[in-house]
T-cell receptor, first 111, second 117 residues
Framework: LAKTTQPISMDSYEGQEVNITCSHNNIATNDYITWYQQFPSQGPRFIIQGYKTKVTNEVASLFIPADRKSSTLSLPRVSLSDTAVYYCLVGDMPNDYKLSFGAGTTVTVRA | GAGVSQSPSNKVTEKGKDVELRCDPISGHTALYWYRQSLGQGLEFLIYFQGNSAPDKSGLPSDRFSAERTGGSVSTLTIQRTQQEDSAVYLC???????????????FGPGTRLTVL
């Protein structure tokens, strides 16, 4: 899996949009970008995956520029329950089953 | 349907004792994975099962660690002669392997928190 860099922590307030940027300068042609979310005392949960441009689902949006050297996870109108650790993974996901998470970004949402 | 379940949720043991951790994957998921997450650290891959066979054991940290899977379902991770550095949360995940080229999302259980005194 390609090396990724993301902020250690971010603070926000309820109702705001949270954007977490992940750097992956060495991304390969076959690599996808995947984000997982982990609540305290729970296992990680898949949020979203993309290859290029923009992907949106009911939870988040993922923005990927043309050079794919970075990506931004966008959480719209966060609530207290969005407080979690968010992990960015880059790899040939159908084949890179050995998921390897770094420290992730701890997002704290305050009232 | 039910998600991945793990038992026990917490285990406290003394150094040198053996422990068994259990994982019940989602019904029908052919792939099963074990990971370890130490406090404040990321996720560390341990072993992968496809059916009952383990084609990739590369992440097992030492020969004190072993795992098996029976009936293509339940898996047990065994740690012999536990050491304090084995203290961590042990996570199990399963996935439905649709095709080599498709993204096989891994569904995680809540983990077993192991504390070795």
């Amino acid at each position: 899996l390609a090396k990724t860099t993301q902020p250690i922590s971010m603070d926000s307030y309820e109702g705001q949009e949270v954007n977490i940027t992940c750097s992956h300068n060495n991304i390969a042609t076959n690599d996808y970008i995947t984000w997982y979310q982990q609540f305290p005392s729970q296992g990680p949960r898949f949020i979203i995956q993309g290859y290029k441009t923009k992907v949106t689902n009911e939870v988040a949006s993922l923005f990927i520029p043309a050079d794919r050297k970075s990506s931004t996870l966008s959480l719209p109108r966060v609530s207290l329950s969005d407080t979690a650790v968010y992990y960015c993974l880059v790899g040939d996901m159908p084949n890179d089953y050995k998921l390897s998470f770094g420290a992730g970004t701890t997002v704290t949402v305050r009232a | 349907g039910a998600g991945v379940s793990q038992s026990p949720s917490n285990k406290v043991t003394e150094k040198g004792k053996d422990v068994e951790l259990r994982c019940d994957p989602i019904s029908g998921h052919t792939a099963l994975y074990w990971y370890r997450q130490s406090l404040g650290q990321g996720l560390e891959f341990l072993i992968y099962f496809q059916g009952n066979s383990a084609p990739d054991k590369s992440g097992l940290p030492s020969d004190r660690f072993s795992a098996e899977r029976t009936g293509g379902s339940v898996s047990t991770l065994t740690i012999q002669r536990t050491q304090q550095e084995d203290s961590a949360v042990y996570l199990c995940a399963s996935s439905l392997v649709l095709a080599p080229s498709s993204y096989n999302e891994q569904f995680f259980g809540p983990g077993t928190r192991l504390t070795v005194l």
